[in-house]
């Protein structure tokens, strides 16, 4: 879901190692040394900036606060991170991952530099990328500049599983940020029911998330009565009937997300749109394909229009990132694997308003668990 991003991030950003501890991070750095060893490459080059940064965050453990961060793993020697901050605030920067040579964005002569005067001087080095499809072009200008032609970048994403299984430790995590966006979500449903307006009631459920200490905060609202959603646009009078909105939160680097809607009256769109997302989530099971459960999540609806704010899909999955691919569209034969957490969304909209309902599931050898659900707020 695009929502605005912002400007400054103020949650608990640090490393957790009783949650992830350091097995974690050896397990997942094996991982590229194999695909160094099977492409001949002398080390991986890692990106990931303040929007999107789930290659640098599973491998590193760093979200980075604000622009950008690059880790250099090498095949030989320890891994180095560069974190585009000042001096000053590397000490704190190094709170969040395993690395220990943790050095300034800036210093790039002192960060890559010294390790490629370690390199064989008789060809350029092979060097694979994990991000580099996010990095804006001035930073992959300067890194080309720096680096000159003794090395040759190789994109080293579609050589790796497009679906990992998460593991427990990651689940339990992934199930925090799920309990955290519950409750700012309850925060939101209970101010406009209070009595505030719309944005302001979006405002009540992101100050609760805050107050949790969630590393990132997106908001979406409905000023139309639930037909359409919008960011933050400070229009403290409108208050539609019903309330829909939208809210993700991050925690330990995991997203979590739901769709909101509360109104004065029952309403026949919200009813579809909560037996839309019972279907699907019936319909939903390891193996089963995504077509299956959009299928499944239509009939419910009935002739009743999907919401054009899910983009013809009712759900894909999430972690790390908001999309990490597997959407339930009508033609997906995408299948539901273990190990996996999904967010389900299902909306109902007409001429008179909207109405969305959601859910995040864990897929795991026991069934399919609940994490939370945007008719308990």
Same mark, same amino acid.
């Given at each position: 879901?695009r929502?605005?991003?912002?400007?400054?991030?103020?949650g608990?950003?640090?490393?957790?190692?009783?949650?992830?501890?350091?097995?974690?991070?050896?397990?997942?750095?094996a991982?590229?040394?194999?695909l160094?060893?099977a492409?001949?490459w002398?080390?991986?080059?890692?990106?990931?900036d303040?929007?999107?940064?789930?290659?640098?965050?599973?491998?590193?453990?760093?979200?980075?606060?604000?622009?950008?961060?690059?880790?250099?793993?090498?095949?030989?020697?320890?891994?180095?991170?560069l974190?585009?901050?000042?001096?000053r605030?590397?000490?704190?920067?190094k709170?969040?991952?395993?690395?220990a040579?943790?050095?300034?964005?800036?210093?790039?002569?002192g960060?890559?530099?010294?390790?490629?005067?370690?390199?064989?001087?008789?060809?350029?080095?092979?060097?694979?990328?994990?991000g580099f499809?996010?990095?804006?072009?001035?930073?992959?200008g300067a890194?080309?500049?720096?680096?000159?032609?003794?090395?040759?970048?190789?994109?080293?994403?579609?050589?790796?599983?497009?679906?990992?299984?998460?593991?427990?430790?990651e689940?339990? !995590?992934?199930s925090? +940020?799920? =309990?955290?966006?519950?409750? $700012?979500?309850? /925060?939101? *449903?209970?101010?406009?029911? @209070? &009595?505030?307006?719309?944005?302001a009631?979006?405002l009540?459920?992101?100050?609760?998330?805050?107050?949790?200490?969630?590393?990132?905060v997106?908001?979406?609202?409905?000023?139309?009565?639930?037909?359409?959603?919008?960011?933050?646009?400070?229009?403290?009078?409108?208050?539609?009937?019903?309330?829909?909105?939208?809210l993700?939160?991050?925690q330990?680097?995991?997203?979590a997300?739901l769709?909101?809607?509360?109104?004065?009256?029952?309403?026949? !769109?919200?009813?579809? +749109?909560? =037996?839309?997302?019972?279907? $699907?989530?019936? /319909?939903? *099971?390891?193996?089963?394909? @995504? &077509?299956a459960?959009?299928a499944?999540?239509?009939?419910?609806?009935?002739?009743?229009?999907?919401?054009?704010v899910?983009?013809q899909?009712?759900?894909?999955?999430?972690?790390?990132?908001?999309?990490?691919?597997?959407?339930?569209?009508?033609?997906?034969?995408?299948?539901?694997?273990?190990?996996?957490?999904?967010?389900?969304?299902?909306?109902?909209?007409?001429?008179?308003?909207?109405?969305?309902?959601?859910?995040?599931v864990?897929?795991?050898?026991?069934?399919?668990?609940?994490?939370?659900?945007?008719?308990?707020?």
């Amino acid at each position: 879901m695009r929502t605005v991003q912002p400007a400054i991030m103020i949650g608990s950003y640090g490393w957790d190692e009783d949650r992830l501890p350091r097995d974690e991070f050896q397990l997942r750095t094996a991982e590229l040394h194999r695909l160094m060893d099977a492409n001949g490459w002398q080390a991986m080059l890692i990106h990931g900036d303040a929007r999107e940064h789930r290659a640098l965050a599973y491998y590193t453990n760093f979200v980075p606060r604000l622009r950008w961060a690059m880790a250099l793993v090498p095949r030989t020697g320890e891994p180095r991170l560069l974190v585009s901050m000042s001096a000053r605030d590397v000490p704190w920067m190094k709170l969040m991952t395993f690395i220990a040579d943790v050095r300034t964005g800036w210093d790039w002569a002192g960060g890559f530099e010294s390790w490629l005067a370690t390199l064989p001087p008789d060809g350029p080095a092979r060097i694979g990328t994990l991000g580099f499809d996010e990095i804006a072009a001035t930073l992959h200008g300067a890194v080309e500049r720096s680096l000159g032609n003794r090395f040759t970048l190789h994109d080293a994403q579609k050589l790796l599983p497009t679906e990992r299984p998460l593991r427990p430790r990651e689940i339990s !995590l992934m199930s925090d +940020a799920a =309990a955290m966006v519950q409750e $700012a979500a309850g /925060a939101m *449903a209970a101010a406009w029911r @209070g &009595g505030a307006g719309a944005e302001a009631a979006s405002l009540a459920g992101e100050r609760a998330a805050r107050a949790m200490a969630a590393q990132d905060v997106r908001t979406l609202v409905s000023l139309d009565g639930g037909r359409s959603l919008v960011p933050f646009q400070a229009n403290f009078s409108a208050r539609p009937d019903p309330f829909v909105g939208y809210l993700a939160v991050k925690q330990a680097g995991f997203w979590a997300e739901l769709f909101v809607t509360a109104a004065t009256r029952p309403g026949a !769109l919200h009813e579809r +749109a909560l =037996a839309g997302l019972a279907a $699907a989530h019936a /319909a939903f *099971a390891p193996g089963v394909e @995504g &077509g299956a459960v959009f299928a499944a999540s239509c009939a419910a609806l009935g002739t009743t229009a999907l919401h054009p704010v899910l983009g013809q899909s009712v759900g894909r999955r999430v972690g790390l990132s908001l999309d990490e691919g597997g959407a339930l569209t009508r033609d997906s034969r995408h299948k539901i694997a273990l190990g996996s957490v999904y967010a389900l969304h299902v909306g109902a909209v007409e001429a008179g308003g909207g109405a969305l309902a959601s859910a995040m599931v864990a897929v795991g050898p026991r069934g399919v668990r609940v994490l939370c659900r945007s008719d308990d707020v």
